[in-house]
Nanobody
């Protein structure tokens, strides 16, 4: 069982940056880690992922502003978000999985509780 905790969310103004962290309760070196977000009334959306060996995936919609990195020594994956916009407002979740794919909810086994990000103009 892997327990994940997200941190770093908050309320910011347009153009600000935030770094979200996802910390695991135990070693997650063999897990892919993904970030998803869910805005009110919308489905959960893929934001970024990093495979256990370091390969990253960031969708075109945010790739110019978001980046993902991991530090296995401290069981942490970071999501750096720059130039935040109101449409980035959502609850952000991290997840861990060992599937061959990394962009779908169903490809992750363990989920954190989420952290709120609110961007106001």
């Amino acid at each position: 069982q892997l327990h994940l905790v997200e941190s770093g969310g908050g309320s910011v103004q347009v153009g600000a940056s935030l770094r979200l962290s996802c910390t695991a309760s135990s070693s997650f070196e063999t897990f892919n880690i993904g970030w998803f977000r869910q805005a009110p009334g919308k489905e959960r959306e893929f934001v970024a992922a990093i495979r256990w060996y370091g390969l990253t995936y960031v969708p075109d919609s945010v790739k110019d502003r978001f980046s993902i990195s991991r530090d296995n020594a401290i069981q942490t994956v970071n999501l750096q978000m720059n130039n935040l916009q109101p449409e980035d407002t959502a609850v952000y979740f991290c997840a861990a999985g060992q599937d061959s794919g990394v962009t779908l909810n169903s490809q992750y086994e363990f989920w954190g509780q989420g952290t709120q990000v609110t961007v106001s103009s």
